[in-house]
């Protein structure tokens, strides 16, 4: 599968190479129990999984993520391939409002816009 023409999208491949090599410099500095935290748009994020578990970048066996979830990966054993292990996917938290995800509440007023309470 690829892209639809005309879109004039950054291809998958693309997108996974360059979200690999970020990972590998970042995951170079790291000690053996640190996280690395990678923030990016739904499609690079499960372009990037595909890539870091060891399936092509055009691979749609990956749904899109849900807004403000994440992906969890554990980096395999010396030698081992792939190198990452996909743990969870579409994570959220297990605690949330009805609307945590749809993004800041709009102000219905003057004073509404020093506070916010999302429940």
């Known amino acids: 599968h690829t892209d639809p023409a005309g879109v004039e999208a950054e291809p ?21 129990h640190d996280t690395l935290v990678l923030v990016a748009h739904g499609a690079a994020i499960s372009t990037a999984v595909n890539a870091l578990i060891g399936m092509d970048a055009e691979w749609r066996g990956i749904t899109g993520m849900t807004n403000a979830h994440w992906a969890e990966l554990v980096a395999s054993g010396p030698g081992a391939e792939p190198r990452w292990r996909l743990t969870g996917y579409n994570l959220g938290p ?14 219905t007023s003057e004073a509404d816009t020093e506070t916010r309470d999302p429940d």
């Open 94 to 107: 297990l605690d949330a409002s009805s609307d945590w995800d749809a993004g800041p509440d709009r102000p």
């Open 12 to 32: 998958r491949r693309a997108v996974a190479e360059r979200v690999l090599e970020a990972v590998a410099a970042h995951t170079a500095t790291l000690e053996r």
